[in-house]
């Protein structure tokens, strides 16, 4: 069976039931072994399907809709998109919230060349934010303004999605690319992220446990680093 039709199988089969469905009795009723199940599990946890529980407690599908797969043109995509990034500008702090959650799903179903063509006309609307910087996901800059701990959902060159748990701190450009700085805590270290990569950002309620200036002081620093290709917008230049 095809992974795609496997992933299908699952949402459809969790939609149906009620209640939480033990791993191993899912996987025999979709004909595959528990650790294939466990897999596709994640991967639709990393596409923003808000599937509940593990393997020997079971699983629960988080209520709401379920859509059949449908076939968009470009053109209506982007119509979704840029009402979306209008709402989570001018509504109320749920509203918005919902509206940024539904684009990062949008977004989290594209190949990366789609991604990243979608985010350059996003990128063309005015969100009467003199702080939001050209191709930032639209929470990014809170977090890093609120020095704040976020869940990333980021694709490697491969396309290969991964979650971190990051602080960022600082966002710039690096070879004509925008890019976010952070600290990893899977890692352990300071890392650099493609903003164009990024899949979804959930910020966490909590702070990180140092300063942001501190975090920008110890990055320049770094003698492994080749700080003279970097060049960070001005706000983030400036913090000390």
């Known amino acids: 069976m095809a992974r795609a039709s496997r992933l299908l199988d699952i ?8 209640g939480v469905v033990p791993g191993r009795q899912l996987a025999e009723q979709l004909g595959m072994s528990p650790r294939t199940l466990d897999r596709d599990i994640a991967t639709l946890r990393a596409l923003g399907v808000e599937i509940e529980g593990e393997a020997e407690r079971g699983y629960h599908l988080t209520p709401g809709i379920v859509l059949t797969p449908m076939h968009f043109p470009v053109e209506e995509v982007e119509a979704l998109l840029l009402g979306a990034a209008e709402v989570a500008e001018h509504a109320d702090p749920d509203t918005a919230r919902a509206a940024r959650n539904a684009a990062a799903r949008i977004m989290a179903v594209m190949t990366p060349g789609q991604a990243i063509a979608m985010r350059s006309t996003l990128s063309c609307i005015d969100l009467d934010d003199e702080d939001h910087q050209e191709g930032e996901p639209l929470e990014l800059d809170a977090a890093i303004q609120g020095e704040r701990r976020i869940n990333l959902v980021y694709r490697d060159i ?9 602080w960022p701190f600082a966002t710039g450009l690096y070879n004509r690319a925008d890019v976010l700085l952070a600290w990893c805590e899977l890692r352990r270290d300071y890392r650099t992220f493609r903003i164009d ?6 910020p966490l309620p909590d702070r990180y446990p140092r300063r942001r200036s501190t975090l920008l002081r110890e990055w320049r620093a770094r003698r492994d680093i080749e700080h003279d290709r970097y060049r960070l917008h001005e706000r983030d230049a400036e913090q000390e």
């Open 197 to 202: 990569r990024i899949v979804t950002v959930r």
């Open 158 to 166: 491969d396309g290969d999605p991964s979650r971190r748990i990051i």
């Open 11 to 18: 949402l459809h089969l969790l939609d149906r039931q009620v």
